[in-house]
């Protein structure tokens, strides 16, 4: 199997995005462009010609590709690679000169909002109108930018900002990041020998183990070195939580999540709306972990045991198998799903096992329009890492889909990011689950199932609660042990009566990088899953006359307003009652289960 695995193993190349050998000759390429931005600021005019201000938008989006290149090679150099010191190199140069690239443009972004700009007439509205028709691809995103007007700074305020961001904030996330990545874990399973585990990923991977033994060890050993380093993740906590509440306030934003409701197209609302009923379904939950507990013959479920397999009978799959069966799936769902994720395999843009240096988890990078996604793995053998393979991939399906559009409007925005990944793992589960004829690995397939909703829904949901009450309760003034025993609360009442929680998991709370690298992002994950929920099941109901809707809201990207985009498809965001519909399907799941057995 150790062979095989080798063999397997996929690296990705980045030569599309940019050779190594050539980021001087790009990095001073890009800074001479630089030069000619003045010049297009002096044709900044209200009552400018149609055919002048395509040219800035052209210009402004050429010149934005090539910094991507330039920023994302060596981002994604170092993401499988943590210790190489001429990533972090170039990595640092390429994001120095991205600050410099947005102080010089800053003055046209700027004006195109309606800021008041020295030497220039401030866009009026009706202009402003007229000049952004003319770019239908660009026109969303523009109008939208200039209700952003009101929580802009003034120019020299910005470039203050950019500086902080890059050698203030983002440095922490990079200590936080290189902290991580040299922890060594001591697993410590009684009647064995002490064994040092290298990465996250490994040890994370026991949490899933039948084994009590093994699954207890690992938390331990996690939880045990995230608490020996405390001191210093509170300090990049506490410093990102006040950097980014004084940067919020000073803006003018009503809240610290409405900084990121904004960005996200989300109205304050729909993600109060979300937030309550998430948290108002924990009972189905809840209900989950006593079956499990009587189904493993536990009288109650401790921490440790939430994602222990039900039964001792499931299934390894390597990657190639992986690959081919998720492939298959895409093809009998929809062909053009298929073809365009082998398309990211054929281009070499998967990285796919884990190793000493790489990061772990997984995730999907969008560069530009003209090349596809890539997609980091970290593939262990086992049937999640499937589903991770399918999330993954739909994300880069959903990229593709939208690459006909312009750099700017090519990401979907938040409520219809995780559309394509969440509809094909539930595709994937769907077919395995309906094959499979052996009782317990339906029942096992099932509880998994349940257990990655519960991860990806209500769990995620309690990061963002704790976060609105961490953000408050830093600013007020709390220590490390404090804020651990606030993390403690949000566990007890997420699990209630369910599960006993030791107290070591207090300290889980360091583990979350999300709070820290992307305040209040979390709820992305339990909005996009159950809007996901929500229409895998007007599909299954309408049957492949929907998949042309689907294909809609993919082709989109984030050219168009996602409210409206939803409610072409009868989607109200803010109604409590969408969302309650998408938990009926989880019963559904957690009834099947009971009947089971």
């Not at 003055?107 to 109108?129: F, P, T």
């Not at 990049?236 to 009503?254: C, F, H, N, P, T």
């Not at 996901?532 to 809707?549: D, Q, W």
């Amino acid at each position: 199997m150790a062979k095989k695995t080798i063999k397997e193993k996929l690296s990705w190349n980045l030569d599309e995005i940019l050779k190594a050998k050539d980021f001087e000759k790009l990095y001073k390429e890009i800074e001479k462009e630089m030069g000619q931005i003045e010049g297009w600021v002096k044709k900044l005019k209200p009552e400018m010609k149609e055919e002048t201000f395509r040219g800035i938008m052209d210009f402004e989006e050429e010149l934005g590709k090539k910094i991507t290149r330039l920023e994302y090679m060596p981002y994604l150099w170092e993401q499988v690679d943590q210790k190489n010191q001429e990533a972090k190199k170039l990595k640092g140069r390429a994001d120095d000169l991205g600050v410099r690239l947005a102080q010089k443009s800053r003055v046209i972004s700027h004006w195109l909002i309606g800021k008041e700009m020295e030497g220039l007439k401030r866009l009026d509205d009706k202009n402003a109108k007229r000049l952004f028709a003319t770019i239908p691809d660009l026109e969303y995103g523009l109008n939208y930018d200039r209700t952003a007007a009101k929580y802009t700074l003034k120019k020299d305020e910005e470039d203050i900002i950019s500086h902080k961001d890059v050698n203030g904030a983002n440095q922490l996330i990079n200590l936080r990041e290189i902290i991580e990545t040299e922890f060594e874990f001591d697993l410590k399973i009684k009647g064995k020998k002490t064994k040092k585990i290298r990465t996250l990923s490994e040890l994370l991977s026991l949490v899933h183990s039948p084994k009590k033994t093994e699954r207890k060890a690992a938390y331990r050993a996690m939880l045990f070195k995230y608490w020996q380093n405390i001191d210093k993740f509170f300090l990049v906590y506490s410093a990102i939580v006040k950097d980014w509440d004084y940067e919020a306030k000073l803006r003018g934003y009503k809240s610290p999540i409405t900084v990121r409701n904004f960005g996200n197209h989300v109205p304050d609302e729909a993600v109060e709306t979300l937030l309550k009923v998430c948290r108002n379904n924990r009972e189905i939950f809840q209900n989950y972990f006593k079956y499990k507990a009587k189904r493993l013959g536990m009288k109650r479920l401790e921490r440790w045991d939430i994602y222990a397999p039900l039964e001792k009978k499931t299934k390894k799959i390597n990657f190639e198998e992986a690959k081919e069966l998720v492939l298959e799936t895409f093809e009998n769902f929809l062909p053009k799903f298929a073809k365009l994720a082998k398309r990211i395999f054929e281009d070499q843009h998967v990285d796919s096992h884990p190793s000493s240096v790489k990061r772990s988890g997984a995730f999907c990078a969008t560069v530009m329009p003209e090349i596809s996604p890539y997609i980091m793995l970290n593939h262990d053998n086992q049937m999640r890492d499937v589903f991770t393979m399918a999330h993954e991939l739909g994300h880069g399906i959903h990229s593709l889909y939208a690459a006909h559009h312009r750099m700017g409007s090519q990401h979907a925005n938040l409520p219809l990011s995780e559309t394509a990944s969440t509809f094909g793992e539930m595709v994937l589960f769907e077919r395995i689950f309906s094959a499979e004829q052996n009782i317990d690995i339906k029942r096992s397939m099932l509880s998994e199932k349940m257990a990655d909703s519960f991860a990806s829904i209500l769990r995620q949901n309690y990061f963002v609660i704790f976060e609105k009450r961490a953000h408050e309760a830093i600013q007020k003034g709390i220590t490390a042990e404090e804020l651990s025993e606030m993390w403690l609360s949000t566990l007890k009442e997420q699990f209630g009566n369910s599960v006993k929680i030791d107290k070591i998991f207090k300290y889980e709370w360091c583990v979350i990088p999300h709070i820290v690298n992307s305040p209040f992002y979390c709820y992305a994950y339990n909005f996009g899953e159950l809007l996901s929920f929500a229409l895998f099941a007007r599909y299954k109901k309408e049957g492949k006359s929907f998949i042309a809707k689907i294909e809609k809201i993919l082709a989109a990207g984030g050219s168009e307003d996602p409210d409206k985009i939803l409610k072409k498809v009868g989607v109200d965001m803010r109604s409590e009652k969408f969302w309650q519909g998408s938990f009926e399907i989880i019963k559904e799941w957690q009834k099947e289960l009971e009947n089971l057995g």
